[in-house]
């Protein structure tokens, strides 16, 4: 997950592996991979244009296809990215789906539309509506403390499961810690439970009081997978299949018990090893990210899973408006609910993690949906390679709502934007797993 950091990959931030696999969980993280480095299909910088009150969005006629093809070829080109896939609906005016570059290096394969990809922190997005279904179950509460369900969490008693969630709860990202990094990199098939994962976030204390301020940290989403497991009766992903991807009809998303990775599905790479050295990612033991930023998914059902967990579709209308309760990050035209973000207008979560990130997000204002996986978490100029694309596409797509997250920062336990992180992956970025 590059650590999940993407919201940050996995949501984290972004280092040398060790904390560069916390960085792709963030992500995946979401903010952490906003790209400032987007470009128009002439190759200069995308500009921010500025938003007026009613949105539009281009018809995806040939020529603005065309646009696409170029701008998307020059940032694979640009960033070194291998390959990537693209998807962009919108009602009424057209699809683009495409699929460009390798989906494995050695054999030159192409990359396809119908691959499965790790995605890192956008795992978020799922485990958190697993324990929002169980809100509406009423077999938890928002507001309940974490220390009603999980034992030992530093000022656990203060800290809300709400609050988890939004990523407001100060505690420390275990994928910033550097004996995890040391761990994970040593072994990058070890098979890590989450008690042990914990472990290494509650050896540092707590760094702010809950509800202070917005840090995105992948500790907040292991806690919750545990809710999760104790208010159900299930586990994690028995849950995940029960609650969420069976009533979405997502058959090929799952949430894989160990490095199972089921075909067809794309190689991933990473060069963010101690050494620098590129390293082939696909089979990489996903259990540091867990909750985080465990999930595999592609193109199709991450189309479907933009919108359901963007209009609330499995949720209460007013536990989805809660949802949608946008908080101030710190990041310019971004705010984090719970498990998902607002960028720009788009709404949803990126992913990052050791060979993979990722964006899937909704706006509403046009029902359009963009989904972008591509087979690297390898960063351009500070910025999550995924970001990049995504800059590029809404430019010229959608000028009025130009996806941007900044460049993440040097700890993965803030998002620089998974969210989502990638890791996930993926950033806000995160790359959580």
Same mark, same amino acid.
């Given at each position: ?6 919201? =940050? ?51 995806? /006629?040939?020529?603005?296809?065309? &646009? ?19 998807? #962009? ?21 192409? @990359? ?17 509506? %697993? ?30 499961? &709400? ?12 994928? /910033?810690?550097?004996?995890? $990094?040391?761990?994970? @990199? ?12 914990? $472990?290494?976030?509650?050896? =540092? ?46 058959? $090929? ?11 067809? =599905?794309?190689?991933?790479?990473? /060069? ?21 930023? %465990? @999930?595999?998914?592609?193109?199709? /059902? ?41 960028? =720009? ?18 706006? !509403? ?5 963009? #989904? ?26 959608? !000028? ?19 969210? %989502? ?13």
């Amino acid at each position: 997950m590059s650590r999940t950091h993407t919201w =940050h990959r996995t949501g984290y931030g972004r280092t040398r592996y060790g904390r560069a696999a916390a960085v792709t969980l963030a992500a995946a993280g979401l903010l952490a991979a906003a790209a400032c480095t987007g470009l128009t299909s002439s190759g200069s910088p995308a500009a921010h244009p500025t938003a007026t009150s009613e949105p539009s969005a281009r018809s995806l /006629d040939p020529a603005v296809s065309q &646009r696409l093809d170029k701008a998307i070829t020059q940032v694979l080109r640009q960033t070194g990215v291998p390959g990537v896939i693209v998807g #962009v609906w919108q009602p009424g005016k057209g699809d683009y789906i495409r699929a460009f570059g390798v989906a494995d290096k050695s054999s030159g394969k192409a @990359m396809s539309q119908d691959l499965r990809m790790r995605i890192g922190s956008e795992t978020k997005t799922f485990t958190v509506t %697993a324990l929002l279904r169980l809100v509406d179950e009423g077999k938890v509460g928002l507001d309940d403390p974490i220390s009603d369900y999980v034992d030992g969490v530093p000022n656990g008693e203060n800290i809300t499961l &709400r609050q988890l969630a939004e990523m407001r709860s100060g505690l420390y990202s275990y994928t /910033d810690d550097p004996a995890f $990094d040391k761990a994970l @990199m040593a072994d990058p098939d070890r098979v890590f439970t989450p008690q042990q994962l914990l $472990d290494y976030a509650f050896d =540092h204390p707590v760094g702010f009081q809950p509800g202070e301020k917005f840090q995105y940290s992948n500790t907040n989403t292991i806690l919750l997978g545990l809710v999760i497991e104790k208010a159900s009766g299930r586990s994690l992903r028995e849950d995940l299949d029960r609650s969420v991807l069976g009533p979405a009809g997502l058959d $090929d998303t799952l949430f894989p018990e160990g490095a199972e990775f089921p075909e067809p =599905h794309a190689q991933g790479y990473t /060069d963010q090893t101690p050494d620098g050295e590129e390293a082939n990612a696909t089979d990489w033991d996903p259990s540091w990210a867990w909750a985080a930023g %465990a @999930m595999i998914s592609d193109l199709q /059902d991450l189309r479907e899973w933009a919108r359901i967990v963007a209009t609330g579709t499995l949720l209460k209308p007013a536990t989805q408006a809660q949802r949608l309760r946008m908080l101030p990050t710190g990041f310019p035209g971004t705010g984090y609910g719970l498990g998902i973000f607002e960028n =720009h207008g788009w709404i949803g979560h990126n992913g990052s993690l050791p060979g993979y990130q990722s964006v899937t997000v909704y706006l !509403p204002e046009t029902k359009a949906t963009m #989904v972008i996986l591509t087979n690297t978490d390898n960063p351009y100029q500070g910025s999550e390679n995924s970001t990049v694309f995504a800059k590029a596409i809404t430019g010229i797509v959608t !000028p009025e709502n130009v996806y941007s997250l900044p460049p993440a920062p040097a700890s993965s336990a803030q998002p620089t934007a998974s969210a %989502a992180s990638s890791g996930a992956s993926g950033s806000a970025e995160e790359s959580a797993g």
